[in-house]
């Protein structure tokens, strides 16, 4: 979506001009500067680069103002060209929140939906994608993931059957924490999904060893999960440090959301990065390291150098 359009939404969501020091000027030259995306493997589609998780930051209950709090953060989301949203039955009351939310706003016609198969009963898979569709209020998955590889081989042979019969689109299996990386390899080698999701941050680094070179090996695409190491590692810079002025002259990194995600998704294997928050402001710093020129391989070392050393 062209910013030129995402900063008249948000204005249009909002009421007011409160929200627009986070939005990307346009350049100079007239031209519109768009969000970065990247081909899907399997099947060239393009898919924006940042993306949101609903870890925890969704599972809010029915309480009524925490969840028009995080209907402002999904319209928010949308405006500034977001597409993938991920979720999974582990997160709580996050996709009946999610269902809440989307009925509230005007969803668009690109949203990217990933959910996950999460439960030990190897037979219940379609059952847990239907209960997961009712939640949400759609009538499509465009991605289901085997969450954290439990009982992955009955599942994933149903999904591959549901994918084959048009039920979904795309099938994936997701690790986190850095566990069980070698089974997944394993998988990946074997089964070839078209995604996999993983921890990938710039203090958690093991999918480059073996991981990713071997999606891009096999064409699978890769969404990076716990981008801030679970938030703890953002708080800590916010809190303790300057962005470098090299990595603001050089790469446009005017916060540490900028520094963190263009990291990760200038990672040629990384299709995308799904960051959770509860704030609006933080979703737009967010969606903002998505703009602008993206480090090349000695910038990423100097980067991760940088943040080893603090």
Not at 17 to 30: H, N
Not at 55 to 74: I, S, Y
Not at 107 to 122: C, I, M, R, S, Y
Request: glycine share 6%; charged share 20%; aromatic share 8%.
């Amino acid at each position: 979506m062209p910013v030129s359009s995402t900063r008249r939404n948000l204005i249009k969501l909002f009421g007011s001009a409160f929200f627009l020091p986070f939005l990307k000027p346009t350049p100079a030259s007239g031209k519109a500067e768009t969000l970065h995306r990247k081909e899907i493997p399997a099947s060239g589609e393009m898919l924006p680069v940042i993306g949101m998780g609903t870890w925890r930051t969704f599972n809010v209950g029915k309480d009524p103002k925490l969840r028009q709090a995080r209907t402002d953060v999904l319209s928010a989301f949308f405006a500034l060209g977001g597409r993938l949203i991920d979720c999974s039955p582990m997160y709580g009351s996050s996709s009946d929140t999610l269902g809440f939310s989307l009925k509230q706003i005007e969803v668009p016609d690109n949203l990217f939906a990933a959910d996950k198969v999460w439960t030990g009963d190897g037979d219940a898979t379609q059952e847990q994608v239907a209960t997961q569709l009712r939640k949400w209020g759609i009538a499509k998955f465009d991605l289901m993931q085997v969450h954290n590889l439990v009982e992955w081989r009955d599942h994933l042979a149903t999904l591959t059957e549901m994918k084959r019969n048009g039920q979904i689109r795309y099938i994936g299996i997701t690790t986190s924490h850095g566990r069980r990386h070698s089974e997944l390899e394993q998988i990946m080698a074997e089964e070839k999904p078209d995604f996999i999701q993983l921890t990938y941050n710039i203090t958690h680094r093991q999918a480059e060893q073996h991981l990713l070179p071997l999606a891009r090996e096999k064409g699978i695409a890769v969404i990076a999960n716990r981008p801030y190491d679970g938030g703890q590692l953002i708080r800590s810079l916010k809190q303790s440090q300057a962005v470098p002025e090299w990595a603001k002259a050089e790469i446009e990194c005017q916060t540490w959301a900028d520094f963190l995600l263009k990291f990760i998704v200038s990672h040629p294997a990384i299709t995308c990065a799904i960051p959770a928050t509860t704030k609006v402001t933080h979703l737009s710093e967010n969606m903002q390291s998505g703009y602008g020129p993206l480090p090349n391989a000695s910038q990423r070392l100097r980067m991760a150098k940088h943040i080893a050393s603090i």
